[in-house]
């Protein structure tokens, strides 16, 4: 009873009221007795009534209370069994020892006590037991999702019906808004030639084949202009246009060469933005990675992810040099107007990097600017071409160190970087953060790291080679361009490196450019001796070689020995080596470095895309040549190529 109750009844002011009656009784037998025997009973009657009712009240307070326990106890089982959400009480052994009703409901048992948790919830990630904080996961079950909440400490799960907010909530972000823009790569280029009657069909042809695929997966499609149309989606037909890998790509070529005309598509897509102008900005910068990648291919931002598809084909050569005049003005009003020029190649430089290099200083040479190239070291790729320049005083004073570099370069310096577009490949990339005046020239296929904020841009995957893009600047740089005899070696070097002698990625244009060097007295002899191979290299290339083991019956993977470090110049020339075997339409070779790392170099004849196999390992380059450097053991680094070509064998198919 609580201690209230029992003062009041068995307080102070009841004994002195006895006390009172007492007193009064004995003072009153004093003065007259037979009166005072009355009072005496009298008193004493109404102190056993007292104790009677005080015995009655606790016998009734009692009773009352272990009836309301029992309502209580009744009232909180029927309640706690009708919860609208579950509660499981588990042992160490991760048991049920005890459930509500709502859990009988979702398993459909009567009773679930004894079962484990994994039998019951076969999607359940365990949680540790040692792990004082709230764990939640979600699990599907007869076809209802579930919210699961654990209390390590208590050893209690809470189950929560969680289907309707799941299902709002993925309607929420399938709605969400993606935009596309579809473009037809080389419309004018094809065009070029044809009769109204032609161009009317294969148009008619590429149309109808655009609309189909925006009525088969609900796409809002409006044409913007001749080659180019805006793609209104929700994130749900987004995944699935994802999940078909973007079909349109492949159905395009396969109609446009049946015609005789190589017409390709190229898709960017955007979602997940905030707003519909950064949506729209998304979708176009989607869209030029995939024309500065080559086309024939989608590229998807999502938030922070961006996923390419397609790219089988190679890059059209586009036959009218408009934009390479364009760009040549441009780069010469740039260099017009700054102090400094500060010429910049990538990290272990080949010899297109250099030869490039050396036509961007001509071209500053020419509107009378000064102008140093940045070389941080001489490897094997270029030393039979660097003690060919250290023979002109003049040019070779125009290399300096990155140190030097970065004393030179202001907010007016001009930064050109040749042959690269990614910012940790640079030669020097802190000189990329001390001048806002930026140009691009590269012939690379445009991957996910790009150089920000560059003022200029002149990228062709088209080309064979850097040396190729600088050489057609030069005629327009300047009506009268002259070049020095080892300026002119350098850079046709530079082209016959990347074409492998004019043998791989060549068209027209490489052939004018090699052109006009020749007639600017570019020295192929000369050329060929520092293409000569070194007998000691070409035994260890040999060894290389001899580990090469195919696989999908055309594409060759050689493994080097670990303890042997093979330099990266190496290692390419045995992927190209390989590439020359019979029956090979693919090479890879994967080697120590001396750095440390394992370099892969990858090579194709065109039918597969080596590009996209080096981007998921971490590196990049062309559909035909491409590499990447990765960390670990060369058998690590084997094993994750497998894995890349098992899966992109399974998504769309090796070869084209």
Not at 172 to 196: C, R, T
Not at 339 to 367: C, F, T, Y
Not at 368 to 382: C, D, H, M, T
Not at 402 to 426: I, N, W, Y
């Amino acid at each position: 009873m609580p201690k209230f109750l029992v003062q009041r009844w068995h307080g102070m002011h009841n004994v002195w009221a006895l006390a009172l009656i007492f007193l009064l009784t004995a003072a009153l037998t004093w003065f007259y007795w037979p009166l005072g025997i009355v009072a005496l009973v009298a008193g004493g009657a109404v102190g056993v009534f007292s104790l009677v009712a005080e015995r009655a009240f606790r016998k009734e307070w009692n009773d009352y209370v272990l009836t309301l326990s029992s309502r209580i106890r009744g009232v909180g089982t029927e309640v706690v069994g009708g919860l609208p959400f579950g509660i499981i009480l588990y042992n160490e052994d991760r048991e049920v020892e005890w459930h509500n009703g709502f859990i009988s409901g979702i398993v459909e048992r009567t009773s679930a006590v004894g079962a484990p948790l994994s039998e019951l919830f076969p999607g359940i990630q365990q949680a540790k037991e040692k792990d004082k904080t709230l764990g939640r996961w979600e699990t599907t079950l007869n076809g209802r999702v579930y919210e699961l909440l654990f209390r390590p400490t208590e050893r209690m799960l809470f189950v929560t019906d969680v289907t309707d907010h799941w299902t709002l909530s993925k309607r929420y972000e399938d709605e969400k808004l993606a935009i596309g823009i579809v473009m037809m790569d080389n419309l004018e280029e094809v065009a070029q030639g044809m009769d109204e009657q032609q161009r009317a069909l294969m148009l008619s042809k590429v149309t109808g084949e655009i609309n189909e695929w925006a009525q088969k997966y609900g796409l809002f499609l409006r044409r913007l202009s001749s080659d180019k149309y805006m793609v209104i989606a929700n994130q749900a037909a987004l995944k699935q246009l994802e999940q078909s890998r973007f079909e349109l790509l492949d159905e395009v070529r396969e109609i446009t060469m049946n015609l005789k005309l190589p017409m390709t598509l190229s898709i960017g897509f955007a979602s997940g933005a905030d707003n519909i102008a950064e949506l729209g900005q998304l979708a176009q910068g989607s869209l030029d990675i995939a024309l500065g990648r080559g086309g024939d291919q989608a590229v998807v931002k999502f938030g922070q992810r961006q996923s390419f598809y397609g790219g089988k084909s190679n890059a059209v050569e586009k036959r009218t040099r408009v934009r390479a005049r364009v760009i040549s003005h441009a780069l010469r009003d740039l260099m017009k107007e700054s102090d400094h020029i500060i010429i910049m190649g990538h990290r272990m430089p080949d010899m297109d990097s250099i030869g490039a290099a050396i036509g961007v200083l001509k071209a500053a040479q020419h509107v009378g600017k000064e102008a140093f190239i940045v070389l941080e070291g001489v490897n094997p790729a270029i030393q039979r071409m660097m003690h060919m320049l250290k023979e002109d005083e003049k040019l070779i004073r125009r290399f300096i160190t990155p140190e030097q570099a970065s004393q030179l370069t202001g907010k007016r310096s001009l930064a050109v970087v040749v042959d690269t577009h990614r910012a940790s490949m640079v030669a020097e990339p802190k000189l990329l953060q001390q001048t806002d005046r930026i140009v691009i020239v590269d012939h690379h296929r445009r991957s996910e790291e790009f150089i920000e904020d560059a003022v200029l841009v002149y990228m062709e995957p088209y080309a064979s080679s850097t040396c190729e893009l600088v050489t057609e600047l030069l005629q327009y740089i300047h009506e009268r361009v002259v070049l020095d005899v080892r300026e002119a070696t350098a850079l046709l070097a530079g082209i016959t490196v990347d074409t492998k002698s004019f043998a791989m990625r060549t068209g027209s244009r490489t052939f004018e450019a090699a052109s006009f060097l020749r007639r600017n007295g570019a020295d192929p002899a000369l050329i060929q001796k520092m293409l000569k191979e070194d007998l000691e290299e070409y035994i260890k290339k040999a060894e290389i070689i001899r580990n090469a083991e195919t696989y999908f019956d055309y594409i060759a993977i050689a493994v080097a020995d670990p303890a042997k470090p093979v330099p990266q110049l190496l290692i390419a020339q045995s992927a190209d080596t390989l590439l020359n075997m019979t029956g090979i339409k693919a090479s890879f070779v994967i080697a120590q470095r001396p750095d440390g790392t394992v370099g892969v170099s990858a090579r194709s004849l065109g039918q597969m895309n080596v590009q996209v196999v080096m981007e998921r390992l971490g590196g990049g380059g062309h559909l035909t040549n491409a590499a990447c450097q990765a960390q670990g053991t060369v058998q690590e680094v084997a094993a994750k190529l497998m894995k890349v070509l098992n899966d992109i064998n399974g998504e769309e198919g090796l070869f084209e």
